[in-house]
């Protein structure tokens, strides 16, 4: 089962990770493979380190909009990285129930990730009995054509329009 | 802040579930007070049992809708149970950071809770600097209005349309 998590509103890292725990609870095996995220990961993975069942690999951990000195070649490194962490989960047959692709669709979107080689991947992964969770904003359309559960996390009132800062603990 | 996680599509919970664990892995105090689910949240539970920091409370462990034996009364009296459960931690002043209030949309609704004491406590909890988030579908306008970060989870694509059961560690 392929299912997506993209749109401009909150939600789709943090749908992803209740997934996550709920899969955990179920005694489940899961991966993250997670791309674009440091420090502004580091609530979750205070917690999710410490529970059993879980692999979790943090590739690119800025993205380059952040980051203004980052090479392009070094993020597109860095995502290459990635998917041969996905080749790596298919050709050792690691039988995760559930994989997490975390901010790929902005590595779909922004051409640091080759779409058909990525699609390819998926639907291999997927063959394996792997549920697979991507997420990101800007899904691109052939992912939601191949994917079996799609939702728009759509923002309908964000308190930065009216001047709120970002809060630890529900931001980051 | 007054955050809201409404709309038909899949993620309302789970995005909570996800801030849960992001707010835990800083340190924070959260209280989960949650409606109408009983062992669907089974997988969760597992989890969430075992950390630090975390109060759970659930009422009401059935929705007349999937349970029509329910008497409209006892879902009216564990409504007002967790109605003051909030009373409660508000009069006590528990100092949760966060607050979660799970499918609180749904008794809104389905005017099981009245629409004027509750925004009216939400207001209350909110003064005290706890964040709560609200979730379910069919979030009335009155609660949008007073909100500061609403998300509409919106289905793209579902499998059920296309015949596949829930799955154990992805649906409940």
């Known amino acids: 089962m392929i299912i997506v998590n ?3 509103g909150k939600g ?6 209740g997934q996550v725990v709920r899969a955990l609870g179920h005694n ?10 440091g420090d502004s990961f580091y609530g979750e993975q205070n917690i999710l380190r410490n529970l059993d069942g879980l692999d979790f690999f943090s590739f690119a951990k800025e993205h380059p909009n952040f980051n203004h000195n980052l090479g392009l070649g070094v993020i ?9 962490k996905i ?7 690691k039988g995760y129930d559930l994989v997490v ?10 051409k640091f990730i080759d779409i058909d080689i990525f699609l390819k991947l998926v639907k291999e992964l997927s063959s394996h009995k ?3 969770i991507i997420t990101g904003r800007g899904a691109p ?3 939601i054509d191949i994917a079996d559960l799609v939702t728009e996390m759509k923002e309908i009132k964000h308190p930065y329009n009216s001047g709120v800062q970002a809060q630890k603990g529900i931001e980051y």
């Open 141 to 143: 359309q052939e992912l």
């Open 130 to 132: 792997s549920k697979i």
């Open 28 to 37: 489940l095996r899961v991966c993250i493979i997670q791309l674009f995220k």
């Open 12 to 17: 789709k890292t943090t749908a992803a990770i």
């Open 76 to 84: 597109l490194k860095q995502c290459l990285e990635a998917l041969d």
């Open 6 to 8: 993209t749109g401009n």
């Open 101 to 110: 692709l975390e901010e790929f669709n902005i590595a779909l979107r922004d």
């Open 87 to 93: 080749r790596e989960i298919i050709k050792e047959n």
